[in-house]
């Protein structure tokens, strides 16, 4: 995702192999050069204990994150 499509509330997906086995979806809460910390909204139950241990909240490169569809 390119940073000039981004923006504060946005509503995006993402995966990251690191921290959590499952994508997740979440809010944008601010976006930086290359990543943005997003604030983790929906994710796989599996991630649950990761989830929390991060306070819901992750920081994300931009190349890892989609545009969500509102539901």
Known sequence: MDKENLNIGDLVTGKV????DGAFTGTVEKVYENSALISITDFDAADKANVSELNNKIVVNLKQLKAAKAK
Not at 17 to 20: G, K, R
């Open 17 to 20: 192999n690191e921290d959590l």
